[in-house]
């Protein structure tokens, strides 16, 4: 981290380099049914992300001494593809995709009700095709779309957003130049309706008020993104009835 010496992120006006104010989003597009061979599928863009989920199961776990006999597991996994970065990512698995797939695993068992399909495992297989910051919340706020499509029963949704702290302000969901040159990047996600915190990180330094404020900003923005979850589910199924492709 560190401040770019030959541009400002936030201009005098309180205006951040892509236009946005501080608690505003980048755009965010949600489609489901996105693969054919897929129980369920979405694909998500927001901002430069393109992220597709494509959701398997729930299905008997293998190998067997994976299977948990109270509840389904969910293994999430999360790639990035060689092509999704500036730089090509070296192909396959890093420490930083198995503490994603992780986190967001966790996240979704919160969601799902995995107590209904004991000894399963439901797959979310996750590729990043293009990346532009923020792709694990991205990850998960399409990835219960993608749950949802596949007509697995769920508690809640989970809405992710970032918040971070870029040339001493507050701001909502950091874009790449923010995230690496800003002084902090909190990847928080929830479940809508309870408010349960399901996934919270931090790098670099927040104090407790930017915290709480960057937290508030979170949580406002996450109704926002959840309808946007809704609309995403709801225009199939205006799309089935008016007879059009499902
Ligand atoms: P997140 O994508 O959840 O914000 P990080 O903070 O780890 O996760 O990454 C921020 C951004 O940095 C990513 O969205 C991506 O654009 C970029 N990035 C991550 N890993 C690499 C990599 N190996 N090579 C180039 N860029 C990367």
Known sequence: ???????????????????????????????????ERADGSAMIEWGGNKIIVAVYGPREAYPKHTQDIERAVIKARYNMAAFSVDERKRPGPDRRSVEISKVISEALTAAVMVEQFPRTQIDVFIEVVQADAGTRIA???????????????????????????????????????????GQADLPMAVLQKSGEVVLIQMDGELSKEEFDSAVAMIMDATKRIHEIQRNALVEKYQNIEAGGEE
């Open 139 to 181: 990850s998960l706020t399409a990835a219960s779309v993608a749950l949802a499509n596949a007509g697995i029963p769920m508690k809640d949704f989970v809405v992710g957003c970032t918040a971070g702290k870029v040339e001493g302000k507050v701001v909502l969901d950091l874009s790449k130049e923010e995230d690496n040159f």
């Open 1 to 35: 981290m560190g401040t770019p010496s030959d541009k400002k992120l936030i201009d005098e006006n309180g205006l951040r380099l892509d236009g946005r104010g501080p608690d505003e989003l980048r755009p965010i597009r949600i489609r489901t049914d996105v693969l």
